[in-house]
């Protein structure tokens, strides 16, 4: 598994420990993670690219469930920065 791999699944981990807290808590939260993690990929573009696509396969995996609902305000800020 590569070191990208490992930062995904640690950037998952950390925004589905998110999941109940307060819609603003957890948009400010993913805000914090996406700017750490833009430092650990190479290059913010394809940081946001890649949490983007699997936030986006990770809610097509829980479709109809709370989780993908959570997910969908981490999208949210991911999307609101890629601009």
Avoid: W
């Amino acid at each position: 598994m590569s070191k990208t791999d490992d930062d995904l699944k640690t950037f998952m981990r950390d925004v589905l420990a998110l999941e109940g807290l307060e819609p603003n808590r957890v948009r400010e939260m993913t805000l914090f993670y996406v700017t750490e993690y833009d430092r650990m990929f190479r290059g913010v573009q394809r940081c946001r690219k890649l949490c983007r696509q699997r936030v986006t396969e990770e809610i097509t995996r829980r479709e109809g469930t709370p989780t993908a609902d959570h997910l969908r305000t981490v999208l949210s800020v991911i999307n609101v920065l890629a601009f």
